[in-house]
């Protein structure tokens, strides 16, 4: 079996109550054999000859309560082969927890903070978890974007010594799916780049593009003059075919709807409270003016 040589970070963050993984490894598709999180039990990172076992193990364990530290122990203690095993969790309550078996391949290691914890096998030494520690604990950014910042802080660092292939970034909130019909905040994943933190980050972007809240500074009243320039960007898409006056009428609000839908956008589109993302409009210009 291809030992999962990889680093990776799993965090809680009490302040949005969500739960997160990110990992980065010299192995294809590693965040769908590494990552496990559900809201209101836990997040688990499994690697180095990863026991997928841990992971819905792990979450079922912390969803009845146990400990992260308890979960850990049940969890090697059952596994004949834990001495090849590296796991990192956090619980319901933010609490971590890790363990690296004596045969992980050097180096290997951990460290456990307060509401997450790091650990790597095959790394270039204990700089890597030490920095993905430090940059998330120092970091203000937004919870998924520090999960980002700790894989690239232990890329810097030297990272895998093997060098980089896959990434991922997995984080769980109640009721922060699509629509609200599941708690997948973000679940994103690199398979095959040469560079895939770089890669990740970008696509993060692009999620909270099409995904994220507006921000209340960037919310344009929908004046004449911003419905006029819609108008004539529907024109342009084909969504619409008469005269831009500036007037929101049914067959305008229409056609923006279309538009902007068709673009995935409608999460920043909102004509009922008479406003519309600044990004929606850039976005639109760029591609249509």
């Known amino acids: 079996m291809p030992v999962l040589s990889t680093f990776s970070i799993v965090a809680y963050d009490p302040e949005s109550r969500s739960w997160g993984v990110a990992v980065q490894s010299k192995f294809l598709a590693a965040g769908a ?50 001495d090849l095993r590296q796991v990192g969790l956090v619980d319901r309550q933010g609490r971590a927890a890790a363990f690296t078996g004596q045969k992980c391949y050097e180096w290997a290691g951990h460290v456990v903070g307060e509401g997450f914890c790091c650990q790597g096998n095959i790394l270039a030494g204990p700089d890597v978890v030490q920095a993905m520690a430090e940059a998330f604990q120092g970091s203000r950014s937004p919870f998924p974007l520090r999960l980002i910042e700790a894989l690239e802080a232990g890329q810097a660092a030297g990272g895998d010594r093997r060098g980089q292939q896959a990434a991922g970034l997995l984080v769980v909130r109640e009721g922060a799916g699509y629509g609200g019909f599941n708690d997948v905040a973000v679940d994103l994943r690199v398979d095959d780049d040469p560079a895939p933190i770089r890669r990740l980050r970008a696509l993060y972007e692009l999620h909270q593009l099409y995904f994220g809240e507006p921000a209340p500074e960037d919310l344009l009243p929908l004046t004449e003059a911003v419905v006029r320039e819609l108008t004539h960007l529907a024109r342009r898409a084909g969504f619409y075919q008469g005269e831009a006056s500036g007037t929101m009428t049914p067959e305008v609000r229409a056609a923006l709807d279309a538009l902007i839908g068709t673009e995935n956008l409608e999460m920043r589109w909102k004509p009922d409270e008479g406003v519309v993302d600044r990004l929606v409009l850039e976005f639109l210009r760029e591609r249509y003016g």
């Open 33 to 82: 054999v590494v990552s496990y999180a559900e809201a209101n039990a836990g997040a688990v990172a499994t690697q180095s000859y990863a026991n997928l076992r841990y992971g819905p193990l792990g979450l079922h364990m912390m969803r009845l309560g146990m400990s992260a530290q308890e979960t850990v122990e049940a969890l090697v203690a059952g596994d004949p082969e834990r």
